[in-house]
């Protein structure tokens, strides 16, 4: 696909910070950066912090922190709005000279009266122009204790289109928007207004966002047209679903995506995942950064919502679990492997990891299952498990617990022992190597029993079967 009409292509992630960046947002800022690297464009990142009340540090540095963790670097900022109020003060004075914006003095309650009737005759709420000015009308005496807002003045009449880059030609009459506040009464200016300005200002070409943002846009469109700008390009991404057909929202308990990475995802994984929800390239289920940003132009958006799938997040990133080189994984699982485990010899930390890296679907799961392997770990064994553990395997096993202190220890010699108790008391693989794990590790299934024994060695061995 090629824009002409732009030199190079600029697209931006606008987060306000409110709270910690969820799996939507970040898809927003993945698609942001994807485009513009596929058109060796410009991928700029904008605080808009203008919200000061919900606005705080914490949440700031959770997306930095995102974006970092998820290598989104941005070409240019982080710019922040609340250091560029002054800018915006002085194109609001611009409007208001030229007519397109102009102060409100209707009170909280004026409003909420205004939204009463519009209910009552089954009418969006909406203002209703009383403040805006128009040849030939008076207007209200100015009342003296009321800080008036700025309100932008919306065309009334015409419609306004723009074609969406995801979702095709959008139109919308102007008669349907009222004029909405572009500054509040303490002077601070309001998202749409700030989005839109500095959109232009920041040379942004393309905006690509979730689709909630669809009524914000012709706001912006005729912020922009009321200033003589050409208009950005916009693409609105339908949002993420969950299983249950809704919208993936905070109050469902969604994680954040430094949950995520606390949970052991890796950040290629989050990345193949979430470039799949909304986008796609033939069936390519798994591809890496190089070949997304490759295949990345604006062809392939989906119109409809994606689904959110725990279980297939969960094969992609056991996919580059397996992936990792040794070294680089046992580097990364670090930060999940507790003083206890990191205390265990080496080599035996390393070949646990070994034996359990095709097995598992997240780092904490991984490290979870190394942590079975020190001195400290005490198997829980459940009720259900109980069942296997009949008194003649139990003296079975007491006996084996004896003999095993006295063997070589490799693992040839550890499987021919298990084959001559086999023997011995004319039973099968599963009566003892089912018990064997339950009682030392608590589960059922496990990797084979011999590489279990070698690991664990003799003296875990032997301090977890003499409980019987
Ligand atoms: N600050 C807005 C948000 O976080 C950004 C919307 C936009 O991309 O224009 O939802």
């Known amino acids: 696909m090629k824009f002409n009409s732009f030199n190079q292509i600029k697209t931006r992630f606008a987060p306000s910070p409110t709270g910690p960046l969820h799996l939507g947002s970040i898809r927003t800022a993945l698609f942001s950066w994807a485009f513009a690297r596929h058109y060796n464009g410009r991928f700029i990142l904008r605080i808009e912090d203008t919200d000061i009340e919900r606005s705080s540090k914490k949440s700031l540095q959770s997306i930095l922190d995102t974006i970092n963790w998820l290598g989104l670097k941005p070409d240019e900022g982080p710019f922040y709005q609340t250091n560029r109020l002054l800018y915006y003060k002085k194109i609001i004075t611009e409007m208001m000279k030229n007519g397109s914006a102009y102060y409100c003095y209707s009170s909280p309650d004026d409003i909420e009266n205004m939204r009463t009737i519009a209910k009552k005759h089954g009418l969006k709420p909406r203002y209703d122009g009383t403040w805006r000015p128009e040849v030939g009308k008076k207007l209200p005496k100015i009342p003296n204790n009321i800080k008036p807002v700025i309100?932008?003045?919306?065309?009334?009449?015409?419609?306004?289109?723009?074609?969406?880059?995801?979702?095709?030609?959008?139109?919308?009459?102007?008669?349907?928007?009222?004029?909405?506040?572009?500054?509040?009464?303490?002077?601070?200016?309001?998202?749409?207004?700030?989005?839109?300005?500095?959109?232009?200002?920041?040379?942004?070409?393309?905006?690509?966002?979730?689709?909630?943002?669809?009524?914000?846009?012709?706001?912006?469109?005729?912020?922009?047209?009321?200033?003589?700008?050409?208009?950005?390009?916009?693409?609105?991404?339908?949002?993420?679903?969950?299983?249950?057909?809704?919208?993936?929202?905070?109050?469902?308990?969604?994680?954040?995506?430094?949950?995520?990475?606390?949970?052991?995802?890796?950040?290629?994984?989050?990345?193949?995942?979430?470039?799949?929800?909304?986008?796609?390239?033939?069936?390519?289920?798994?591809?890496?950064?190089?070949?997304?940003?490759?295949?990345?132009?604006?062809?392939?958006?989906?119109?409809?919502?994606?689904?959110?799938?725990?279980?297939?997040?969960?094969?992609?990133?056991?996919?580059?679990?397996?992936?990792?080189?040794?070294?680089?994984?046992?580097?990364?699982?670090?930060?999940?492997?507790?003083?206890?485990?990191?205390?265990?010899?080496?080599?035996?930390?390393?070949?646990t990891m070994l034996l359990f890296k095709n097995r598992v679907s997240t780092l904490k799961e991984l490290a979870e299952n190394i942590k079975m392997f020190s001195e400290t770990f005490y198997p829980i064994i459940s009720i259900d498990h109980k069942k296997y553990l009949t008194p003649f395997i139990l003296n079975v096993l007491k006996n084996f617990n004896h003999d095993i202190q006295h063997i070589n220890w490799n693992r040839e010699s550890i499987s021919n022992f298990i084959k001559i108790t086999l023997g011995k008391y004319n039973i099968k693989m599963s009566e003892i190597a089912i018990p064997l794990r339950i009682i030392l590790i608590g589960k059922i299934q496990t990797p084979p029993i011999e590489d279990i024994l070698l690991l664990l060695g003799k003296?875990?061995?032997?301090?977890?079967?003499?409980?019987l």
């Open 151 to 351: 309100r932008f003045k919306n065309p009334q009449t015409g419609i306004l289109s723009w074609n969406d880059i995801v979702k095709g030609k959008i139109s919308i009459q102007n008669s349907e928007l009222d004029d909405l506040i572009i500054m509040r009464s303490d002077e601070m200016p309001t998202y749409n207004f700030c989005a839109a300005i500095d959109d232009w200002e920041m040379g942004i070409t393309h905006v690509l966002r979730g689709d909630d943002h669809i009524n914000n846009t012709p706001r912006q469109i005729n912020i922009l047209n009321s200033l003589n700008i050409t208009p950005p390009n916009y693409g609105h991404i339908p949002m993420i679903l969950n299983k249950e057909g809704e919208k993936l929202s905070k109050r469902h308990n969604v994680m954040s995506v430094m949950d995520y990475k606390e949970q052991g995802y890796l950040p290629d994984a989050i990345i193949n995942y979430l470039s799949r929800l909304g986008w796609s390239h033939g069936n390519n289920e798994i591809f890496n950064k190089e070949q997304l940003i490759h295949w990345f132009d604006a062809k392939n958006f989906s119109k409809s919502p994606a689904h959110w799938d725990n279980k297939k997040l969960d094969w992609i990133n056991s996919f580059y679990i397996k992936k990792m080189s040794d070294q680089s994984l046992y580097q990364t699982l670090d930060s999940f492997l507790t003083q206890q485990v990191k205390s265990l010899n080496f080599n035996n930390l390393f070949d």
């Open 459 to 467: 003296k875990i061995i032997r301090d977890r079967l003499n409980v």
